[in-house]
């Protein structure tokens, strides 16, 4: 393999970052396309590009390639882009001077097992910021009638010594399955990514980390339910932010002698509702102006769903429930942060 025990003397300090490569399934781009696009998140910075190569959109945002035959690759992993690779990072400079080290043909080094506390700190800062950054793209990537999905692919981790060296350390998924596309052009693509910074800044936290597992979870059952747990933490937020008196006197249209009692009166019913899909509409009502009549039935037949699991009546979702908690989460988080 070529590796060799660090020598006494001998150390190698870098810091890290790491990539997660995602396949936007659902959109097409023109041959050649990459933008990259940068913020920060529940205190972590990242970069992101989206290519309809891996390599091209790896080299701008570590001026270096993914894997050297993108497409033996893409054989390998069954995909076909585009891409989104996902930079965290980088992390302090971490020193090892004990494990096994090789030096490449290129210049660069791979290590095995030499830092250890590096992948603790990035699993870290990729806990906080990685739900609200995929959440984020998923949400303004799709549109009405036109489903994308993020699949994860692969994840790597990429650091670099105070002296430019490079230093590697890879980690491999796949999975694969069938998808349509549209086409979105290189200006819109822009719009879109600014877009999904803005709104990743503001998702709630937890509303967007149930909404990752679920993107990420293959099982019917579990996606129903990470997916339909976000509708109902992002439900409660919401229903907290509101406030009660303000919106009722929007709604209440009678302004004779009665209508402050009844004002009243409302406010007090509104202030002390438990139930979760008596939240729900009055969050719809409120403040997500993009659900319809029809959302509002959906929540009651998922809640139904989640329900009878919930008491045993059933041990799994109707057959497209979870596709259904997909969209109808995807639909409020997007309302409540736009």
Not at 16 to 22: A, E, G, H, L
Not at 107 to 115: A, I, N, P
Not at 140 to 160: F, I, P, T
Not at 281 to 300: E, G, Y
């Amino acid at each position: 393999m070529g590796f060799r025990e660090l020598a006494e003397a001998e150390s190698i300090s870098a810091s890290f970052s790491s990539i997660t490569v995602y396949e936007a399934r659902g959109i097409a781009l023109a041959e050649g396309t990459t933008e990259v696009s940068q913020g920060r998140v529940a205190g972590v910075d990242y970069r992101l590009a989206v290519g309809s190569s891996v390599n091209s959109a790896c080299t701008a945002l570590v001026a270096d390639v993914f894997v050297d035959n993108e497409e033996e690759w893409k054989k390998e992993t069954k995909s076909q882009g585009p891409f989104i690779l996902v930079q965290i990072g980088p992390t302090r400079e971490h020193k090892c001077d004990t494990g096994r080290i090789k030096r490449e043909d290129d210049g660069s080094v791979t290590t095995y097992d030499c830092f250890p506390n590096v992948r603790i700190e990035l699993s870290q800062f990729e806990s906080r910021a990685l739900p609200p950054i995929v959440s984020g793209l998923t949400c303004v990537l799709n549109e009405e009638n036109r489903y994308v999905e993020l699949r994860k692919l692969e994840r790597a981790s990429v650091g670099r010594t105070a002296s430019g060296v490079v230093v590697n350390d890879i980690r491999m998924q796949l999975h694969a399955e069938l998808y349509t596309a549209y086409n979105l052009q290189g200006p819109q693509l822009a719009g879109k990514l600014e877009a999904a910074r803005e709104v990743t800044t503001s998702l709630n936290a937890k509303a967007a980390r149930f909404f990752a597992l679920g993107l990420g979870e293959k099982d019917q059952l579990k996606r129903f339910l990470y997916f339909f747990l976000a509708l109902e933490v992002e439900t409660h937020a919401v229903y907290g932010r509101i406030d009660h008196a303000s919106e009722l006197c929007k709604l209440l249209s009678d302004k004779g002698s009665h209508g402050q009692a009844a004002t009243k009166l409302l406010q007090t019913q509104v202030d002390n509702l438990k139930n979760l899909y008596d939240r729900f509409v009055w969050c719809a009502t409120c403040v997500w102006s993009k659900l319809n009549d029809t959302d509002i039935s959906q929540f009651k037949l998922l809640k139904g769903a989640r329900d009878d699991i919930a008491h045993g009546s059933t041990s799994e979702p109707p057959v497209g429930f979870a596709r259904q908690a997909e969209l109808l989460a995807r639909k409020v988080l997007w309302s409540a942060n736009t």
